[in-house]
């Protein structure tokens, strides 16, 4: 983990996520910045894809954190399962930076992918991440962006 400065699409992403947290009525906190995602969490992606330019966004955390979130994004349906609950909250943080960021809002939203107890990340991938305090709640928010040739 470092305390470097993070970039400004994962700074914008921070303050996405940060959005969707106050909706809620949650607030949102970096605990530090990486460039590495930890085997063992669990959580959703999803791509926003462009011509020029794709990332997936992701939001990893433990089977408890699933939980937790389930507040902050459930519609009336408690108990809802951590992949659906992960992939809403991805999917919310995803079109907030649509939104917030114009270039963005030119990129297609995929739909979300559950991940379980690790992710491969190729070599043609640029990796961004925050830990993050969500509520009472840690996560990792993870940002990949496809290096340019």
Not at 13 to 39: D, F, K, N
Not at 96 to 123: M, N, T
Not at 128 to 137: E, K, R, S
């Amino acid at each position: 983990m470092s305390q470097r400065s993070p970039s400004v699409t994962l700074s914008a992403l921070i303050a996405s996520v940060t959005a969707v947290g106050q909706a809620a009525g949650a607030t949102c906190r970096v605990l530090a910045y990486r460039e590495s995602v930890p085997l063992g969490s669990s959580g959703a992606f999803v791509a926003l894809v462009g011509e020029n330019r794709s990332f997936q966004i992701g939001l990893l955390s433990d089977p408890l954190g699933w939980q937790s979130f389930d507040a902050l994004v459930h519609d009336q349906t408690p108990g809802l399962e951590d992949a659906h609950v992960a992939a809403r909250l991805v999917t919310l943080a995803a079109r907030a930076l649509q939104a917030s960021v114009p270039e963005a809002g030119a990129l297609a939203l995929g739909l979300p992918l559950f991940v379980d107890g690790g992710v491969v990340i190729g070599k043609d991938a640029v990796v961004q991440a925050a830990d993050i305090v969500l509520g009472q709640t840690r996560a990792l928010l993870v940002l990949l962006e496809r290096r340019r040739s």
